[in-house]
T-cell receptor, first 113, second 116 residues
């Protein structure tokens, strides 16, 4: 049962344009959502998060949007840069329960010049 | 280096041998998580441990896999009698729970197991 889904395995975007990565979840108990970025042969690194009491969180070029009614979140990167090329994982948890993070399958972003 | 430390980074084993993967959490973190990433797949939760306690092992295969986090020393993920399907990247993460919990996990660089 895949509780966190990233339906696009890959995304290709031109440098300077916006990258939009999507994530859907099924468990209504999730109250905290995170995005991680992963380069080849490295561990995932935390990028940005959002609590279920918010619908938007912004950090520089990165913005995460949460639509609780649709159980959907998205990560916007603008402007996209070649260094953003990586695999992006969406993750969710029930932070009140101090529960584990459940990850999606990832979306490989390629930003080309 | 105050980050999550995993060793070995690469491990090659023949079928039937044992694999031991070690993880030292970030300083001040008392919670350790193990995740497995199979080729071309996402991160799958395996086990969540606190010092001397297994909190959640719902993602651990029923046989051959075990994990511990002793009072002293690193957390160890042990795979007995490895098979080719165990070939994967194994990531350890740590967190600081309680009032300081930000919900974020800090990951190590992973241990890549190859079973011949």
């Amino acid at each position: 049962d895949q509780q966190v889904k990233q339906n696009s395995p890959s995304l290709s975007v031109q440098e300077g344009r916006i990258s939009i990565l999507n994530c859907d979840y099924t468990n209504s108990m999730f109250d905290y959502f995170l995005w991680y970025k992963k380069y080849p042969a490295e561990g995932p690194t935390f990028l940005i998060s959002i609590s279920s009491i918010k619908d938007k969180n912004e950090d520089g070029r990165f913005t995460v949007f949460l639509n609780k009614s649709a159980k959907h979140l998205s990560l916007h990167i603008v402007p996209s840069q070649p260094g953003d090329s990586a695999v992006y994982f969406c993750a969710a948890s029930n932070i009140i329960a101090a529960d584990k993070l459940i990850f999606g399958t990832g979306t490989r972003l390629q930003v080309f010049p | 280096n105050a980050g999550v430390m995993q060793n070995p980074r690469h491990l090659v084993r023949r079928r039937g041998q044992e694999a031991r993967l070690r993880c030292s959490p970030m300083k001040g973190h008392s919670h350790v998580y193990w995740y497995r990433q199979l080729p071309e797949e996402g991160l799958k939760f395996m086990v969540y441990l606190q010092k001397e306690n297994i909190i959640d092992e719902s993602g651990m295969p029923k046989e051959r896999f075990s994990a511990e986090f002793p009072k002293e020393g690193p957390s160890i993920l042990r795979i007995q009698q490895v098979v080719r399907g165990d070939s994967a990247a194994y990531f350890c993460a740590s967190s600081q729970q309680g009032e300081s919990n930000t919900g974020e996990l800090f990951f190590g660089e992973g241990s890549r197991l190859t079973v011949l």
